[in-house]
């Protein structure tokens, strides 16, 4: 194989996370802190990509960094439940907008 023909994969920043029963009453999720150094420190318009479709919700600013304003919808439209895992890559972070795309694992008992 040529040099020329290799294709890089870019890895983006990710966390998962196994969706506690308050995350799905509840219209909010915490972002994990491994991942707020990437984030812009301002409260953004943030777009959750999910099979193809979009949500669209909000990072907040501060020291807990929440999704906030349509976690709910996520949740709901998706039919998520205690013990879903779920995978968030962070593929675009900037001051006007931060977009992750979310995968969905499987579920777990606990």
Do not use: H
Not at 2 to 13: C, G, S, T, V
Not at 20 to 31: C, E, H, N, S, T
Not at 56 to 76: D, I, P
């Amino acid at each position: 194989m040529d040099a020329n023909e290799w294709i890089e994969e870019e890895l983006y920043p990710w966390f998962w996370m196994k969706v506690p029963k308050p995350y799905i009453k509840r219209d909010f999720l915490f972002i994990p802190k491994s991942i707020c150094g990437y984030l812009p420190p301002i409260s953004v318009k943030t777009m959750l990509r999910y099979n193809g479709k979009e949500w669209a919700v909000t990072l907040t600013s501060g020291g807990r960094r929440r999704l906030v304003n349509g976690w709910k919808q996520f949740v709901v439209d998706n039919n998520l439940k205690k013990g879903n895992v779920l995978l968030f890559e962070l593929v675009e972070a900037t001051s006007e907008a931060v977009i992750f795309s979310v995968e969905e694992l499987g579920l777990t008992n606990a």
